[in-house]
């Protein structure tokens, strides 16, 4: 190797050494609780070694041994109690760190325990003055975020500031879970403290523009087409007066008191609502799947009913739960219009096609094998009766 080439290739493992020691000195003195003393302990292990070396070069012959016994032996005596406790603490760290949880710090959190209890203690405006202290420190944390906008809706009766704050909120990088609890939180509070419908469906329409095709969708959806009416909710507040009608006279002696039942809503008005609502909320669950099921029961059109289960089984992202449970309640009404099983037993099957390895899987293949059984409970029973006058 030539002279130049292994000089500098010393030079760099020379420089490597050094680097590497000093960071371990830099690391062990930014994790020492006296780093003075740390220091110390550098210098006179510096000074020590620098002296056994020097005196260790310069002894010849029989002066080595004095040098063993009158420069090593004390040096490494004073090395004893000078490193001693450190290397043992840093032997038996690893083991009491199994119990200790190590020495590492924790990641640093928000603290909300101030705010909190000014909270409690009703004062308000102190409490946001601590949130927003640690919303300075971690302006992406979605507890302190919440815990604003719940302050200023509850106890402030803020409701725009509230809103503002929800809004800041959804334009942050947030899960979509936190973003929707924190919109159907908005929700909630113009509900209760504005009754003021409109806002909130225009909140809820928020998660529907936010995460289009996503169960969170489906659930706006769904709670938007059974908002009650502002009016609704202002009564609702109030108390209610109830007028009494004059009631029947000589009510004992009418023989025929069908009339005064209540009238109950035919299934040709219930299907036309329930028709009229769905254009309206296309994506209300509830209120199709009580479509499908007047269409069967009542008029008997398994197709139509089919038609009404298939959309909702054909949305997109839906949970497997919720298709299985549509899947079984089409298996229903097939069992009961045409009080056969083979077109359940394929309904049933494409449960388990589509989700073979879902507990709901092996749920419907428990279902395929007593499906004779269900069909019994549909079958009309012949009454026998027995007239004792006709004997043998």
């Known amino acids: ?81 000078v490193w001693g406790r450190t290397i043992g603490e840093a032997v038996a760290r690893p083991f009491a760190n199994l119990f200790s949880g190590g020495s590492e710090e ?41 815990a604003l906008a719940e302050i200023q809706a509850e106890n402030l009766n803020d409701l725009a500031a509230a809103e503002i704050a929800i809004h800041r909120l959804c334009e942050k990088t947030h899960s979509a879970a936190h973003i929707v609890f924190a919109l159907n939180s908005l929700a909630d509070w113009q509900l209760k403290y504005a009754q003021d419908t409109e806002a909130a469906g225009k909140t809820l329409e928020k998660i529907i523009e936010l995460l289009p095709n996503t169960e969170f969708e489906r659930r706006a959806a769904h709670r938007i087409a059974h908002l009650a009416d502002s009016n609704a909710l202002v009564k609702g507040r109030e108390p209610e007066t109830i007028v009494m009608k004059p009631g029947v006279e000589y009510l004992g002696l009418l023989k025929d008191q069908s009339h005064l039942a209540r009238k109950e809503k035919g299934a040709e008005e219930q299907a036309q609502e329930l028709v009229t609502h769905l254009d309206a909320h296309p994506l209300d669950h509830e209120a199709r799947e009580r479509l499908a099921v007047i269409y069967a029961q009542e008029y008997g059109r398994l197709d139509f009913a089919t038609e009404q289960l298939e959309q909702l089984i054909a949305l997109p992202g839906e ?32 449960i388990i096609d589509l989700f073979p390895t879902h507990s709901v899987a092996q749920m419907a293949e428990e279902r395929i094998g007593v499906l004779g059984l269900e069909l019994k409970r549909y079958e009309k029973t012949s009454v026998v009766k027995f007239n004792p006058t006709q004997t043998g």
Not at 110 to 139: D, H, M, T, V, W
Not at 328 to 349: I, K, S
């Open 106 to 146: 924790p990641d640093p959190q928000p603290l909300y325990s101030i705010s909190e209890s000014l909270r409690r203690r009703g004062k308000f405006r102190e409490a946001i003055y601590a949130i927003q202290e640690q919303l300075n420190k971690f302006p992406n944390d979605f507890t302190g975020q919440m």
């Open 1 to 81: 190797m030539p002279q130049p080439l292994r000089i500098a290739l010393l030079l760099f493992v020379a420089v490597a050494i050094i680097g590497i020691i000093l960071a371990l000195l830099w690391r062990g003195l930014r994790r020492s609780d006296e780093p003075a003393r740390l220091i110390f302990k550098w210098v006179l292990t510096l000074v020590i070694v620098g002296w056994v070396i020097y005196e260790a070069r310069r002894a010849q012959g029989a002066g080595r041994l004095g040098v063993l016994l009158y420069v090593a032996l004390p040096s490494a005596v004073v090395m004893i109690f």
């Open 319 to 350: 949970s497997p739960k919720h298709v299985a449970r549509w899947l079984n309640l089409l298996a229903d009404l097939q069992v009961q219009v045409t009080n056969r099983t083979e077109l359940a037993e394929e309904t049933l099957r494409r």
